[in-house]
């Protein structure tokens, strides 16, 4: 069972700020009072641009209980989501419900919880790296990209962290290698009671298999396959502990270690553009 809040369609969605990251993607803040109040870590919205818009499930990067906004990251890869990127502040989505998913698990744990985002998975992670830490823990984030121009929200997650650990591909910020580098420091040097790991499939299943090794629970986000946010569409659907689920209802978090990774990457390249 999850909580559902859906937002008139009035002065509401109305963007208030937009940033871009990089050209393809942007920032927004929108007022959703209603949501911003009940959203927790993990929680997602589906938003919509125009009354033939696709249906676009976006997991809440930031919430302003004072402002009454939300703040959503978006990608632009298709036609939906170019079409929202395009939008300026003062326009306004046309359909915005939420908050949808089940939230993360959050509390004391006992030893480090890390925290390790790639790319665009940053902006899910910041709102469970700020939960930890506000729980008492103490976190250590590892962000990674292919370069520095693709490391978003950095300030925002040091804010609420003990510690960052940069990682890009071409050395350009931080260290250069992947974030599974990153991730194995810690784990040898310090007692990881948690890892948790947004981002690509592919990135996801080797920090998966990593902490697997070293006998570490661990939690990924599998929001990039959700495609209608219902669970209608059946898009979503994957195999957790030969169990099939559905990532929008059952999810979007799950224990890695029991998804099968492999099976969930060649079902998302029917939605990659390229193919």
Request: proline share 4%; glycine share 10%.
């Given at each position: ?24 993607v942007v920032k927004l803040v929108v007022e959703a009072p209603e949501v911003a109040k009940a959203r927790k870590a993990g929680h997602f919205v589906i938003v919509r641009c125009g009354e033939n818009g696709e249906r676009i499930p976006l997991t809440i990067a930031q919430a302003d209980v004072n402002r009454g906004t939300i ?205």
């Amino acid at each position: 069972m999850y909580l559902c809040v859906v937002e008139p369609i009035t002065t509401m969605n109305r963007i208030i700020e937009k940033t871009h990251f990089s050209e393809n993607v942007v920032k927004l803040v929108v007022e959703a009072p209603e949501v911003a109040k009940a959203r927790k870590a993990g929680h997602f919205v589906i938003v919509r641009c125009g009354e033939n818009g696709e249906r676009i499930p976006l997991t809440i990067a930031q919430a302003d209980v004072n402002r009454g906004t939300i703040t959503l990251v978006i990608q632009a890869v298709g036609h939906s989501t170019r079409k929202i990127c395009a939008l300026e502040a003062g326009d306004t989505l046309t359909d915005l419900v939420g908050p949808l998913g089940k939230a993360t698990d959050v509390g004391l744990r006992n030893g480090t919880v890390v925290c390790c985002g790639g790319g665009v998975g940053i902006a899910p992670l910041l709102p469970i790296v700020q939960a930890m830490k506000a729980a008492g823990n103490r976190v250590v984030s590892v962000l990674a990209a292919r370069n520095k121009d693709l490391i978003i929200l950095e300030d925002e997650i040091r804010a609420s962290s003990d510690e960052v650990i940069i990682m890009t591909d071409d050395g350009s910020a931080g260290r250069q290698g992947l974030v599974t580098a990153g991730v194995e420091d810690v784990i040898q040097r310090e007692n990881v009671a948690e890892v948790v790991a947004i981002g690509p499939a592919v990135m996801m299943k080797f920090v998966s298999l990593l902490t697997k090794k070293y006998n570490v629970p661990t939690v990924c986000s599998l929001n990039t396959i959700m495609v209608d946010g219902t669970g209608m569409c059946g898009a979503c659907r994957v195999n957790v502990g030969g169990k099939t689920r559905f990532v929008c209802v059952d999810g979007p978090e799950f224990d890695a270690h029991q998804v099968d990774f492999d099976e969930m990457i060649m079902r998302m390249r029917a939605y990659d553009p390229q193919k």
